[in-house]
């Protein structure tokens, strides 16, 4: 198993009606963060969330068309393809406080995040296709 140790972190507000996943990447890809840990909270317009159905071996995409809270969004820096490559799933409450959760797809549009990045300092793992899954993994 590869050992990491802590290299810088980064703070930053995302862009009012920038795209979640997008941003996130253009900030990994901005600090040149190739392994990392990434979080976030904060409120989207909208969101595009997806579950990989296991036995089709692909996802399943749909979008929630109201504001929702980022009560979690949690994901992980690293490389696909030689580029820095963001993989996250973010758990989203409505105004009622129901919460669904998923696979974080770009169509998920900010109203407000605050979101962190801590740097792995190490050798960045890199994704390539893994034949039990049918995913992209380390
Ligand atoms: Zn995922």
Request: include cysteine; hydrophobic fraction near 40%; charged fraction near 25%.
């Amino acid at each position: 198993m590869p050992l990491f140790t802590t290299g810088k972190e980064v703070m930053e507000r995302l862009p009012h009606g920038s795209d979640l996943l997008e941003a996130i990447t253009t900030l990994a890809r901005l600090e040149k963060i190739r392994a990392g840990s990434v979080s976030a909270i904060g409120a989207v317009q909208r969101a595009r969330i997806g579950f990989y159905d296991q036995k089709a071996r692909q996802y399943r995409e749909w979008d929630i068309e109201e504001p929702m809270e980022i009560c979690s969004c949690l994901g992980n820096v690293s490389l696909k393809e030689g580029e820095i490559f963001v993989h996250a799933h973010v758990t989203l409450a409505d105004s009622d406080g129901r919460v669904v959760g998923g696979h974080l797809c770009p169509g998920t549009i900010v109203f407000a995040a605050e979101c962190r990045i801590t740097e792995l300092a190490g050798e960045a793992p890199s994704r390539s296709f893994d034949e039990t899954t049918g995913l992209s993994l380390w």
